[in-house]
């Protein structure tokens, strides 16, 4: 399936059914993109989702088949922090097993930061480089408070605070 | 004076603080500090609203967070998170989506009670209606059942 197809078929299951997330017209949808694309990560949360809200005429045990799709979204995304977040919520909340959603939301969280770790990086310097100074100077500074240890970080937001210097944004001490 | 303020904030936390579900709820929790009565200067949610929610007055609370933000005192986002919290309080376990009374820990005791009712139970160690593993699974479905409903980010 070309990735236009697929997420055609996506923007398809999502809006059927009135949109509502448990209807039974785009439950349909969702499970048959999912068999036909079963790495297809963005499909096997929103139908993870919908599973846990169907309509009574979607199926007596519609949470089983809910932890399968959630289960496969981590497995097939590498355990990625999106799908690992969605499986903690469903066991937390549907399966009631605290001991078991805390390491995925430990994991997730880690993920996450690194992600976000790198994200900020890379702004604060494509800030600079635009000279969009200010806002590398905001982005810097809170990348700072959360991420006091990374020398990645530390070392953009010293450039933006340089750059600001240079152009007479900030004080000379203040660097 | 000061005691009295203390107890009322830590209180108004403790309801507040049982749960930020969706994305929409970005509170601001430095801003729960008891500086002065009625106070919450800048864009801070004021000791006051959250006293006022703890103890169950939404409407008064709801009057504060629309005077508030209209005065310049509260942000949008802030009100808005505010105000979905005091809807999710009022709501029933019963009325939860059909689906999600299905699960197998599902409390229906508690159908009939609100989130703030069940909060206000397991705050006051009240046993009498549901155990405290029954009070913790309606209190977790209330909270969390809306973020299904939600965009994924």
């Not at chain 1, 097993?97 to 930061?113: D, I, N, V, Y």
């Not at chain 2, 500086?35 to 169950?56: F, K, M, T, Y």
């Not at chain 2, 942000?75 to 059909?98: D, F, H, V, Y």
Request: glycine share 8%; aromatic share 4%; with cysteine.
């Amino acid at each position: 399936m070309s990735p236009e197809e697929l997420l055609a078929r996506l923007r398809a299951a999502r809006e059927a059914g009135g949109g509502k997330p448990g209807a039974l017209e785009r439950l349909r949808l969702h499970r048959e993109l999912a068999s036909a694309a079963p790495a297809f990560v963005p499909n096997l949360l929103e139908l993870g989702r919908g599973l846990q809200l169907a309509e009574p005429a979607a199926g007596e045990d519609t949470f089983t088949e809910a932890e399968a799709v959630l289960r496969q979204a981590v497995e097939v995304s590498e355990r990625s922090a999106r799908a690992l977040v969605e499986l903690a919520y469903f066991l937390h909340m549907v399966r009631d097993a605290p001991q078991e959603t805390e390491p995925l939301l430990e994991e997730a969280s880690g993920k996450a930061l690194r992600l976000l770790e790198d994200a900020w990086t890379g702004l604060v310097n494509v800030l600079v480089e635009q000279g969009k100074l200010q806002r590398a100077l905001e982005v810097g500074d809170r990348a700072r408070q959360l991420f006091p240890d990374s020398v990645r970080i530390a070392m953009a937001s010293e450039a933006a605070r340089s750059a600001a210097v240079r152009e007479g944004l900030l004080p000379p001490e203040s660097q | 004076m000061l005691p009295r303020r203390l107890v009322t904030s830590a209180l108004a936390l403790l309801v507040l603080l049982g749960g930020c579900t969706g994305a929409s709820e970005q509170l601001r929790w430095e801003g729960a500090e008891p500086v002065e009565e009625g106070g919450g200067g800048g864009d801070s949610v004021s000791p006051r609203i959250l006293a006022l929610i703890a103890r169950g007055q939404f409407a008064e609370a709801q009057v504060l967070i629309h005077e508030s933000v209209k005065g310049g005192l509260m942000s949008q986002a802030t009100a808005t998170g505010l105000l979905a919290r005091i809807q999710l309080l009022n709501t029933k376990l019963g009325e939860i989506p059909a689906r999600l009374q299905r699960v197998a820990s599902f409390p229906a005791v508690l159908k009939d009670y609100t989130l703030h009712q069940i909060l206000l139970f397991l705050e006051q160690r009240d046993y009498s209606v549901a155990t405290q593993a029954q009070l913790m699974t309606a209190k977790k479905l209330i909270e969390q059942s809306p973020r299904l409903m939600e965009k994924i980010p």
